[in-house]
């Protein structure tokens, strides 16, 4: 929550803290020690009455300030200064309201604007996923109860997880909305290729569409972290350091992330989402699933998995990397149709999850070499990047190795039993 609470600039101006002592154990957290940062502890602060808070502020000079205080005191100032304030200010959030005044004495109700809220529930996904009440889903209903039920969890679980995406601090929101989505599409294609229904594959791809739109930023993510982590030579090292590889890709991050915040902004969004709830919460969705059985799910997997089984055969060293990826969609669609009915392909599951993991590492070390072989391109030419370039070369040879044992790995597996 600091990082966020600094990235927004809430310390810019001058600080005030009360002086009770969890106040300032939450300062603690905000700044770190090797910040030196100049705090004011102010008695009037440890209070309880927005009032009081009120006052104190109305003897302010300074042009921006930041407090540090308690509930309700803060909420209920929020409150006063907000014709539309927040239905809550939870514990460690952080609010900025920007008052259009000349002096703090002109201060008061609904003067206030609100330009950001930030909690924890938004800014770290552990936060959110251990507060989030849990809803359990009975695998063994009935297929045609449980389809729409899932549907509507995973909507839910989009949109709860849209705040944290759009705040961008933790990129785990991202990668559990993009499986949010992709269980959505999973689920509801499932039903289509059983039952070929028009619409509900429409809606399909709109949902697809939205989802696709957040690859780059997930593969940028990716490969950052992995970036962080990979025990690297100390001359790969002062390669990416020189070349300015690891700028380079974050501000690429931040760039799809300003996209993407648009996109979840944007009245489409609002529009696809809305209509998608109301396809899930529809008698055509209940009419079109009253029928499934576990024996339609049955006939539609021994057709995908004869296809997926003949595109394996086909696979040899030579094979471009697109049939991998081919073969890896083809794979997440045979998954997926089994997971419609969990207890009954429970055995399959597991293979499947094994297999999709293995082509899931290829992909990435495929996504990964691309983009670092761009970058190296786009820099070989400059002056003194002979030395990064040659460095960049070492780890782009040692992931197409990595990338070749993965492939080797893939061919030993053979079709689906």
Same mark, same amino acid.
């Given at each position: 929550?600091?990082?966020?609470?600094?990235?927004?600039?809430?310390?810019?101006?001058?600080?005030?803290?009360?002086?009770?002592?969890?106040?300032?154990?939450?300062?603690?957290?905000?700044?770190?020690?090797?910040?030196?940062?100049?705090?004011?502890?102010?008695?009037?602060?440890?209070?309880?009455?927005?009032?009081?808070?009120?006052?104190? %502020? *109305?003897?302010?000079? =300074?042009?921006?300030?930041?407090?540090?205080?308690?509930?309700?005191? @803060?909420? /209920? +100032?929020?409150? $006063?200064?907000?014709?539309?304030?927040?239905?809550?200010?939870?514990?460690?959030?952080?609010?900025?309201?920007?008052?259009?005044?000349?002096?703090?004495?002109?201060?008061?109700?609904?003067?206030?604007?609100?330009?950001?809220?930030?909690?924890?529930?938004?800014?770290?996904?552990?936060?959110?996923?251990?507060?989030?009440?849990?809803?359990?889903?009975?695998?063994?209903?009935?297929?045609?109860?449980?389809?729409?039920?899932?549907?509507?969890?995973?909507?839910?679980?989009?949109?709860?997880?849209?705040?944290?995406?759009?705040?961008?601090?933790?990129?785990?929101?991202?990668?559990?909305?993009?499986?949010?989505?992709?269980?959505?599409?999973?689920?509801?294609?499932?039903?289509?290729?059983?039952?070929?229904?028009?619409? %509900? *594959?429409?809606?399909? =791809?709109?949902?697809?569409?939205?989802?696709?739109?957040?690859?780059? @930023?997930? /593969? +940028?993510?990716? $490969?950052?972290?992995?970036?962080?982590?990979?025990?690297?030579?100390?001359?790969?090292?002062?390669?990416?350091?020189?070349?300015?590889?690891?700028?380079?890709?974050?501000?690429?991050?931040?760039?799809?992330?300003?996209?993407?915040?648009?996109?979840?902004?944007?009245?489409?969004?609002?529009?696809?989402?809305?209509?998608?709830?109301?396809?899930?919460?529809?008698?055509?969705?209940?009419?079109?699933?009253?029928?499934?059985?576990?024996?339609?799910?049955?006939?539609?997997?021994?057709?995908?998995?004869?296809?997926?089984?003949?595109?394996?055969?086909?696979?040899?060293?030579?094979?471009?990397?697109?049939?991998?990826?081919?073969?890896?969609?083809?794979?997440?669609?045979?998954?997926?149709?089994?997971?419609?009915?969990?207890?009954?392909?429970?055995?399959?599951?597991?293979?499947?999850?094994?297999?999709?993991?293995?082509?899931?590492?290829?992909?990435?070390?495929?996504?990964?070499?691309?983009?670092?072989?761009?970058?190296?391109?786009?820099?070989?030419?400059?002056?003194?990047?002979?030395?990064?370039?040659?460095?960049?070369?070492?780890?782009?040879?040692?992931?197409?190795?990595?990338?070749?044992?993965?492939?080797?790995?893939?061919?030993?597996?053979?079709?689906?039993?």
């Amino acid at each position: 929550m600091g990082r966020a609470i600094r990235a927004e600039g809430a310390l810019d101006g001058t600080v005030y803290c009360s002086n009770a002592a969890r106040a300032r154990q939450t300062l603690e957290g905000l700044i770190p020690s090797n910040l030196h940062h100049t705090v004011n502890l102010a008695p009037a602060l440890y209070t309880f009455n927005h009032e009081v808070v009120l006052d104190w %502020l *109305r003897d302010r000079s =300074e042009d921006s300030i930041t407090l540090i205080g308690h509930n309700p005191a @803060l909420e /209920d +100032l929020a409150c $006063l200064l907000l014709k539309h304030a927040p239905d809550a200010f939870p514990t460690c959030s952080c609010m900025h309201i920007a008052l259009p005044i000349e002096h703090w004495h002109e201060i008061g109700k609904n003067k206030g604007r609100l330009e950001k809220l930030l909690t924890p529930n938004d800014v770290s996904y552990e936060q959110f996923h251990r507060k989030r009440t849990k809803i359990h889903i009975d695998e063994h209903l009935p297929l045609p109860g449980h389809i729409p039920e899932s549907l509507l969890h995973q909507y839910q679980r989009i949109r709860d997880l849209e705040p944290g995406v759009l705040q961008g601090y933790d990129d785990e929101f991202l990668h559990q909305y993009r499986i949010a989505i992709r269980r959505s599409r999973a689920i509801a294609e499932a039903v289509v290729d059983i039952r070929g229904d028009g619409d %509900l *594959r429409k809606a399909v =791809e709109v949902l697809k569409w939205h989802g696709q739109a957040t690859s780059r @930023l997930r /593969d +940028l993510h990716v $490969l950052l972290g992995d970036l962080a982590q990979w025990p690297l030579e100390e001359d790969t090292q002062l390669a990416l350091v020189s070349s300015g590889a690891r700028s380079h890709f974050a501000n690429r991050a931040d760039a799809e992330h300003q996209e993407l915040t648009k996109r979840l902004n944007s009245r489409q969004y609002r529009k696809d989402m809305d209509g998608w709830y109301q396809r899930l919460t529809s008698r055509h969705l209940t009419k079109v699933t009253r029928k499934l059985a576990t024996e339609d799910v049955r006939k539609a997997l021994e057709k995908h998995i004869h296809k997926h089984n003949d595109v394996a055969r086909q696979l040899n060293e030579q094979s471009p990397d697109d049939h991998f990826h081919d073969l890896r969609k083809r794979l997440k669609r045979i998954r997926y149709l089994a997971e419609l009915d969990k207890p009954a392909f429970r055995d399959m599951l597991r293979q499947l999850k094994h297999r999709q993991q293995r082509f899931g590492d290829f992909q990435d070390l495929h996504v990964q070499i691309d983009m670092l072989s761009d970058f190296r391109d786009s820099i070989a030419t400059e002056p003194d990047m002979l030395a990064p370039v040659a460095g960049l070369n070492t780890l782009i040879a040692n992931l197409a190795e990595e990338k070749n044992r993965r492939r080797d790995d893939i061919l030993t597996l053979g079709g689906i039993g």
